[in-house]
């Protein structure tokens, strides 16, 4: 299987073949996860490590499961409580880690680019689980399993993702997968959260979200980051719903088989319909959650056979 990275930070070093590699193999873990028995030894033997200095729900239990699913042992490290608190620097930390001999490293961080620096100072593999405003890997690529098994197919797709742009890591991550696998993309929001210099990524850029929406195949909500926001972005809430949030009436400019994502966790009522959320003919946002476990099982698997090759050909 072609895949030749030591990490995965990003979506933009790979080629679309290499995505297309880590899908064809989540489909594999989809059919694992779905059986009574859902183990799997491909990572026996090698120690998997989370840092998230991000609270997360999701995405931490994803990989945990993921890891402990492949054999992996899985730690937890409480970055909460741990010595960064204390004035530790991230490069003591790499230090510290690799004292460790931990052989997979999954890191969520606030700052963008602090995953890509602490991956040159570790001696193992890293995934990067969001960093600042920079790039969210996996998410994007379960979104992109989401959409295959959902349409049948990752290419010349209406796509529409609307919401806070601005701030979003998923948003540019998906951008970046999404353009290489050839799909017209539409962003949708108000000028303040969907800054011009997106239309760089070739996406076409909306303000109004009925004419956005119009005959679209997916429509992907995202979360509004008001962790990250540093001022009035957004009227109110009650407005931005009323302009931007999801309900049938805005949905029935996509096409009649259009499928509704959203990252999560979800604000009901602001940026989409809680009826409209649950409706299990259009949404798939539960799909998502059950491929973000089988698309990080195909991103462990991957670089770790690379680690292993690696360090055959070193010790050979």
Do not use: W
Not at 40 to 57: C, K, P, R, Y
Not at 88 to 113: F, K, Y
Not at 242 to 258: E, I, N, V
Not at 295 to 303: E, G, I, N, Q
């Amino acid at each position: 299987m072609s895949f030749e990275h030591r990490h995965l930070l990003g979506i933009e070093p790979l080629k679309p073949h290499e995505i297309t590699a880590i899908l064809d193999l989540a489909d594999e873990y989809v059919a694992l996860n779905r059986r009574p028995e859902k183990h799997s030894d491909v990572l026996a033997g090698l120690t998997q490590i989370n840092m998230f200095f991000e609270n997360s729900t999701r995405t931490q239990a994803s990989f945990e499961l993921a890891g402990k699913r492949l054999g992996a042992d899985v730690m937890n490290m409480a970055m909460q409580a741990s010595s960064i608190k204390k004035g530790e620097t991230l490069i003591d930390t790499a230090m510290t880690l690799n004292a460790m001999h931990p052989d997979l490293l999954v890191v969520r961080h606030p700052h963008s680019g602090a995953v890509d620096l602490l991956a040159q100072k570790v001696n193992c593999a890293v995934l990067n689980a969001g960093d600042g405003k920079h790039e969210h890997p996996t998410q994007a690529l379960l979104d992109a399993l989401t959409i295959r098994r959902s349409k049948g197919r990752l290419h010349r797709l209406n796509i529409a993702i609307c919401g806070d742009i601005a701030h979003s890591r998923v948003a540019r991550s998906n951008l970046i997968l999404l353009g290489k696998m050839e799909n017209r993309i539409r962003l949708i929001g108000p000028p303040t959260l969907v800054p011009g210099q997106f239309a760089e990524f070739g996406a076409e850029i909306y303000d109004d979200m009925r004419e956005g929406l119009k005959d679209v195949d997916v429509v992907m909500m995202l979360r509004l980051q008001k962790e990250r926001m540093d001022g009035g972005f957004i009227p109110s809430e009650r407005e931005y719903y009323h302009r931007y949030g999801l309900d049938a009436d805005k949905l029935a400019q996509a096409k009649p088989d259009a499928i509704v994502m959203h990252p999560g966790p979800m604000n009901r009522g602001v940026e989409i319909d809680g009826t409209l959320a649950d409706d299990i003919n259009r949404s798939v946002i539960q799909e998502q959650v059950e491929m973000g476990v089988a698309v990080r099982m195909a991103a462990m698997d991957l670089l770790a056979r690379n680690l292993r090759a690696e360090r055959q050909a070193k010790a050979g």
